[in-house]
């Protein structure tokens, strides 16, 4: 899947990719929810080994970045993927709009604050793309700016990588006509009317100027050691296997191992089978 998905080099369109497709898998929506929980026990094994090799010195940790249209899906991703891993190594952070103190700094200074520890999966619902994203849509930030975070942003994963961290960053490609079918799922539905805000509609809107903006980030920022992967995302369960078999692979081609025991085992197991705690 790591290869299937990867965006490849040169220029980018995203209206030539099929956001109902299922790239690897050939099954129906019940069989792709049964290769999903098929997937759990590995998946669970590879993270829970990660999280183990903290105690060797180990800095070791991956991080899963999701970005897409609203509605693509980010949350419903991390409900399905990232609850197939221990919590305990699990770290999630959602980015919305910055507040006044992430403002007085350089836009990657809250996304610093926010990486895995060592041994933990890092899970971002939306990232430090949405600085070069709606930045550019909304004119919050001038072209001079932009195109100093498309190189900031390499430098910064490349540092990333290099302190020991895997990088896997998914666009959740969903087309106008899905999500218009999404938000109005929202509009009939009491329990989600909450999510609802006018901006969705504004963004809408644009979304021309959205494609054509992840189309230029993409181009600038999928790179060797943290590249993008475009998983389409109009089939929910298609793309909660996606990301789920992206992030196992990941952690496998990493192949964490069980530590060494840290104590003498068998000093440890004597004085256990000899010690009387209620004496």
């Not at 180990?58 to 409900?79: E, F, P």
């Not at 961290?165 to 509009?187: F, H």
């Amino acid at each position: 899947m790591l290869e299937l998905l990867r965006l490849p080099p040169g220029a980018v369109d995203l209206s030539s990719y099929d956001t109902r497709a299922t790239p690897g898998f050939e099954g129906d929506k019940a069989a792709g929810r049964e290769a999903l929980a098929a997937l759990a026990p590995d998946l669970g094994d590879l993270q829970e080994r990660l999280f183990a090799e903290r105690v060797t010195g180990s800095t070791r940790s991956v991080l899963l970045v999701l970005q897409g249209m609203d509605t693509a899906g980010k949350g419903g991703t991390v409900r399905h993927v990232a609850g197939l891993v221990d919590p305990q190594g699990l770290r999630i952070t959602g980015f919305g709009a910055p507040t006044d103190e992430e403002l007085a700094h350089d836009f990657l200074w809250r996304i610093r604050r926010a990486l895995p520890a060592a041994g933990q999966v890092g899970v971002f619902d939306r990232s430090h793309y949405e600085d070069v994203l709606a930045a550019k849509v909304r004119s919050l930030a001038d072209d001079t700016e932009i195109e100093r975070r498309y190189g900031a942003i390499n430098d910064f994963e490349a540092e990333v990588v290099e302190s020991g961290t895997r990088v896997v960053k998914c666009l959740l490609l969903i087309s106008p006509e899905e999500q218009k079918e999404r938000l109005l799922s929202r509009m009939d539905d009491p329990t989600k009317q909450w999510k609802l805000a006018t901006s969705d509609i504004d963004d809408r809107a644009r979304w021309s100027d959205y494609v054509a903006a992840y189309e230029t980030a993409l181009e600038r920022t999928s790179t060797e050691v943290a590249p993008w992967f475009v998983v389409p995302a109009d089939r929910k369960w298609y793309r909660n296997l996606a990301v789920a078999h992206l992030l196992r692979d990941t952690l496998a081609e990493m192949a964490p191992v069980w530590p060494p025991a840290q104590v003498d085992v068998e000093g440890e197991r004597r004085r256990l089978l000899e010690q009387d705690p209620i004496s």
